[in-house]
Nanobody, 123 residues
Framework: VQLQASGGGSVQPGGSLRLSCAAS????????IGWFRQAPGKEREGVSC????????YYSNSVKGRFTISIDNAKNTVYLQMNSLEPEDTAVYYC?????????????????WGQGTLVTVSS
């Protein structure tokens, strides 16, 4: 069972990145997904989550209107499209899977974690 996060990198403010989280060893059809981030010196923060059906999504106020979570069930992969990036978005981003219908922004609720991918927003 593994989650593999990718897609991080360095961008200028206002730029975009798409993070991917590919699952192997299990199907995401039955798992809620969360995206978290941890900036240097700060606690891990839940920024978005999606129900196992894909019908319900949540975004933190800090990313609402700029980030979009989505899933490609055929590829068993979840995405986080990040637009209008700001320096404050700089962090290591993690995906996580929870064996439940609803996602949450509490890291302790999740069963599986990806390894993290670094996003740096700087001019």
């Amino acid at each position: 069972v593994q989650l593999q996060a990718s897609g991080g990198g360095s961008v200028q403010p206002g730029g975009s990145l798409r993070l991917s989280c590919a699952a192997s060893g299990f199907t995401l059809d039955y798992y809620a997904i969360g995206w978290f981030r941890q900036a240097p010196g700060k606690e891990r923060e839940g920024v978005s989550c999606m129900s196992s059906s894909g019908d319900y999504t949540y975004y933190s106020n800090s990313v609402k209107g700029r980030f979009t979570i989505s899933i490609d069930n055929a590829k068993n992969t979840v995405y986080l499209q990040m637009n209008s990036l700001e320096p404050e978005d700089t962090a290591v981003y993690y995906c996580a899977a929870r064996s439940a219908f609803f996602g949450t922004t509490s890291s302790s609720d999740y069963d599986y974690w990806g390894q993290g991918t670094l996003v740096t927003v700087s001019s």
